[in-house]
């Protein structure tokens, strides 16, 4: 069975500081994907990247950056230079190879302070 | 633009009452989905469908039943609310198998 763990259950931070989320899956398979989604207080849902498992490229869109290692079974995520509008619940998760199910982290909640 | 919309985004409603809740995606996709969200336990997966009038139990689907007669609409239902279904309820659609899902706004239901 395949298991997501988010550790971290609420990081709070000052504007401008680096965030570091963290992330550790479990699955048998050799072929997945993993995701970030992040839910503001609006309630919605948002997604940010989709990784499969066979690249291991840490990826960097704008201040968002994702480190994927294989090795530790990690898929971190880091806001940097953290905004207000980075307040949110953060989630990871994970899917294996042709199933339509995601299995969620328990997510981590970010306050980013003025 | 990709969407996903729910009926209701509160809801109040007293134990023991039937309960609906109402998901449209007008993606024309094949799977939808039905999560719950708690503080502390992520979201869980309640009920899915693959196809119209098919449908698969998740990993809590007691106290619930879902209804899928249209490919855009899928129902969850609470036969007879409880306070322990507090909770907020996502639904979502994938692009495909191992796709990002899409999720609708979410409906935050009390049970008093």
């Known amino acids: 069975a395949q298991k997501v763990t988010q550790a971290q259950t609420e990081i709070s931070v000052v504007e401008k500081e680096d965030v570091t989320l963290d992330c550790v899956y479990e699955t048998r398979d050799t072929t997945y994907y993993l995701f970030w989604y992040k839910q503001p207080p609006s309630g919605e849902l948002v997604f940010l990247i989709r990784?499969?498992?066979?690249?291991?490229q840490n990826e960097i869109s704008g201040r968002y950056s994702w480190n994927f290692q294989k090795s530790t079974s990690s898929f971190n995520f880091t806001i940097t230079a953290s905004q207000v509008v980075d307040s949110a619940v953060y989630f990871c998760?994970?899917?294996?190879?042709?199933?339509?199910?995601?299995?969620f982290g328990a997510g981590t909640t970010v306050t980013v302070r003025a | 633009d990709v969407k996903v919309t729910q009926s209701s985004r509160y809801l109040v409603k007293r134990t023991g009452e039937k309960v609906f809740l109402e998901c449209v995606q007008d993606m024309d996709h094949e799977n939808m989905f039905w999560y719950r969200q708690d503080p502390g336990l992520g979201l869980r997966l309640i009920y899915f469908?693959?196809?119209?009038?098919?449908?698969e139990k998740g990993d809590i689907p007691e106290g619930y039943s879902v209804s899928r007669e249209k490919k855009e609409r899928f129902s969850l239902i609470l036969e007879s609310a409880s306070t322990n279904q507090t909770s907020m309820y996502l639904c979502a659609s994938p692009e495909g198998p191992s796709y990002e899902q899409y999720f609708g706004p979410g409906t935050r239901l009390t049970v008093t």
């Open positions: 990784r499969n498992s066979f690249d291991e």
């Open positions: 998760a994970l899917s294996e190879a042709n199933d339509y199910k995601l299995s």
């Open positions: 469908s693959y196809d119209v009038k098919m449908k």
